[in-house]
């Protein structure tokens, strides 16, 4: 295999993870150079990365190939821009925006380049969803007639983060919409959302949310049913079901270890979920970094998740915050 | 003990149930007569209870103490003034009527009366349920945020029942919205739903649905989807969780076993869901009837079930359909 | 069905679990005379049931058809003689006794009287043992290769209880050595003991043991482990596994509700097994009345459990024991 | 962190795994030689790594720090004695040898030398083991009363490796007694083994056989039972239980998903447990690795599993292997 030369730009905590994941599990990729506008030196001298401040020491780079984005969500757009201007390819967190035209500019960029771009949907690289994906697409559950999306997060992210993360219908929400599409084939037609601050009634003042609901009509007439929340206290509760003409076919939640013991006074006590995305994704980021790394190294494979599928997921997000907005129902051609 | 003489109004299905249940559950309780308008002899022979198609000898009959009715739903209106005019107690099978101004109609005759009155609401008799409310009401889950609830037919009922029957939305959807009210203490505020034949596309003509999911938005702000269907053909899958502030607690399905095999090439197997109402819910139904009958023994208890329930379940029904029809969330104090 | 008249000589705490399933499960069995050295009063009027201490009455009373022995059972065999000798039917509670000989005698009594006559091994009742029982004698598992039973009580039953318990081989364990051939079909042909006082080492001087693990030998070539034990303090841990040619099938423990919930800081709990054996064995003891009631109602069926099946229970409890007192492999026929 | 040069002598199934886990999960190690009698040049070329048949170019390489061992067992304890002799590392594949006095001979080479020596019972550091013992170290159990312990592989492995496994008390039952002493903290002080060719009666003309059951009492008087198969064809069944004075504590098996679904007529499946040993202990092996590292790079550090616990797991075995050809319980000071 040949060596795959990579930078980054942006490296708060998801940047972090994705560097280490890739030198721990992927001997033939180097990180070259890593650029943030806040450079962490002690985490880069751990690590033995060189890191920048400054961009264009990255995108003159000749060596590096291929570019992880993971600044801030409100970065993306321009970053993609600029990335794809010197031609090397990208791989972008999501969300790429909060709104569909700057996507849509994004996508165009990366079309115009003529670059490999991927999104970064790490669910859908999970070994469970993933494999309810293909069962689904080889029939074994038959026509769908119901999904259910579970996806709880085990803490309040906080003040700092909410007002940067577009919201939790962005943040959030938007992996469920992109599940929904992802796991069944189908589109999104139409949303009703109710949601509300039910855990943290302080943060109602931000204009965001902490508790949503939606109940989603998909193309082929499947129901879908999506219940995302900020604060367990009991882990990342991640779960999905489909309920369809053969079966009904579900995940459960994974803990740390698959021990039980039988407490007196208390119970059957089992593992609760794994607490938070990292520990919860972990293979399945590594996973998505192989997908990535399969993609730049073969010309014919397609983006394991391009930037239609991106923009698809976020129109159902705008669609949902409308209909929780307006009080009605929305159909998600409305806010294309 | 002193013995209890009722008789049954409407000896099918379910009338057949509370009877046999009665016979083998409760000694003291005699069946002094059962009426119906094609009287089933054989069976009448086989349990030894006299059967007559004569209603009034039942309404005449001094030793009966209360009533069962189970005849179809169109008649439950009629049969309920006829027995409360006799001063008779009353037992009466779920749905009331498929009408608010009914039921009222019919909850102002049993006041008037001053007859004890108790609707058939069997799931909240079942161990589980009942346990989860008494958990929920002691504060064992905090405030709730999201409640979800699954209620899913094994095969569908056919043409002829559903004719009958009020239409799904009255016939089954009712018991998941009786089952939110019931566990939370809370009411249903607002409702939103999809629906569609999905299963069974040629009873669309019918103008009845197979698959409904709805979004409801309770008085305290919980949040809460219910997905309901006719057909499984893996049996009656029955479950309901509920999240909040100090976690999550969930009921399972229950097999006819709690045996489970691993079977080469095959998998894990444990036993599907038990099949149909009757299975699943027969220790509910006679938990529903001992309660009855504490009830008539106790001057001093109030209704398991009142009228009142009955009624405020049937119009978040009326929402839903109507919510259904007219593609837009539906107040319940619309329908009121 | 005509009503089936029955007698109980001995009325502790199995004695009234009998009687009171009776009257709240079989409308068709009368209690006709309870007999016990020291009448409980009060029990016998809150179920209004005629009691005794004059056996003489009981075994006088013509009306009397059968008779239920739960007395202690060092008195089961001169009772069982007693009563076979005034032509009346018999279940009796196990063991039997604790040697051999007696039972011997029993069995040569009963059939001298030409009685039907049937043993207590209520979990053979049990719904998920007999419907495992039913799987293997089908095939479904195929040849037995290794048979695993769990058998732990929840409290220690108490120095009393042990002094006149026949031991804990005899008492409790015989359970598990019933059950390894009932399960299999096969007899139990070679065993080997270890055992110990483990939770309650001051026990040690009665001579008795509170854990048991035995390694059995049966019939053909089939490999089975028990272990056995008095106090859990988590409830009553139950639970059996054969694993064969063609899979692994086992039960798992059963809890008063099906709910879980995932607590913060705890984990995902859900209920312990149930309590003790009253409990977690309720149904089978009703459907250990059936089965008497209908040999007892049917001249063509054979005795569910026999007394040749009793004393091939307690003849694998002998060698157990032997093989503990004496630290080595016994073969059941040494102790025959 | 500083290179790690290593080499490896025998390359075969279990070689390989080692050498592919090192490539892909530790980018500090550095695979220097391969040494086979046998040499697989295109794996070798595929992961790009030196390979001979001249096990002298392996000792003489003085880069070379530390040497895995995993050549067949019969070689073991010769390897170990050479590897020894130049001053390298050695982590050495189960069982050093099928005979007591050869493994002393190897711990005293070892110790002679003065080198660092870990043996490779890689069941140790599997996430949920390790947790076990861990918990059972703390206290969480109380005081173990009784250890269960289920190892049971999916296919047999043929006639040509049973014939130089040193038989299944060698090769595979080693592991159960390596755990009943790692997870209690106690010695294995008497067996009694139950053994037959159950599932390939074809084999028994080998000697050996293919399903062991042992009954051990560990020095605290912990009793402990061990099933062992070769057999299951429904995957690799491994689990442990610990039922101790504060509750039971157990595993259970780990599929490749966690998914279930509920298919009409069939039940509720979820995943059989792994296939086979490679899949089961993937991170286990992982792990096993990481400590070797650890523990080269750290000089303070005492082995994970020296030649002394090996010593004591075939000692268990010898005496296990003794019980069932003699049918008498054996004590293992009788075999040291």
Chains 1, 2, 3, 4 share one sequence.
Not at 136 to 144: E, L, M, Q, R, S
Not at 259 to 268: A, D, S
Request: charged fraction near 25%; proline fraction near 4%.
């Amino acid at each position: 295999m040949k060596e795959m030369i990579l930078g980054v730009i942006g490296c708060g905590r998801i940047g972090q993870m994705h560097v280490e994941n890739l030198i721990k599990c992927f001997p033939n990729v180097r990180i070259r150079l890593v650029c943030d506008t806040a450079p962490d030196l002690e985490w880069a001298l751990k690590w033995k990365i060189p890191i920048t401040d400054n961009l264009d020491q990255l995108l003159d780079c000749k060596e590096i190939e291929a570019v992880l984005i993971a600044a801030p969500s409100t970065y993306h757009i321009d970053l993609i821009k600029r990335v794809a201007a010197v031609g090397k390819h990208i791989f972008c967190e999501k969300p790429l925006a909060f709104d569909l035209d700057s996507i849509q500019e994004a996508v165009e960029a990366v079309e115009t380049a003529g670059i490999k771009f991927q999104v970064g949907f790490n669910r859908r690289f999970d070994n469970d969803y993933k494999s309810i994906r293909d069962r689904v697409a080889a029939g074994v559950v038959g026509k769908p007639y119901v999904v259910k999306i579970t996806n709880r997060g085990p803490v309040h992210p906080g003040l700092d983060f909410i007002t940067n993360s577009g919201g939790m219908f962005m943040d959030k929400a938007v992996h469920d919409f992109d599940m929904a599409q992802y796991v069944t084939g189908q589109k999104v037609v139409e949303v009703f959302t109710h949601a509300g601050c039910l855990s943290n009634p302080e943060f109602a003042e931000t204009g965001d949310v902490d508790t949503i609901m939606t109940s989603l009509r998909l193309s082929d007439g499947t129901l879908c049913n999506t219940d995302c929340a900020r604060v367990t206290n009991y882990g990342y509760d991640q779960r999905l079901e489909i309920f369809g003409e053969k079966g009904m076919i579900k995940t459960r939640n994974i803990g740390e270890t698959n021990i039980t013991m039988n407490v007196p006074g208390v119970g059957l006590v089992a593992d609760n979920p794994k607490w938070g995305f990292a520990e919860r994704y972990f293979d399945a980021f590594v996973e998505q970094m192989k997908a990535f790394i399969a993609y730049l190294s073969n010309d014919d494979m397609k983006s394991p998740v391009d930037g239609y599928a991106a923009k698809s997921a976020v129109a159902v997000a705008v669609a949902a915050r409308k209909s929780f907005q307006e009080k009605r129902s929305v159909k998600v051609s409305e806010v294309l």
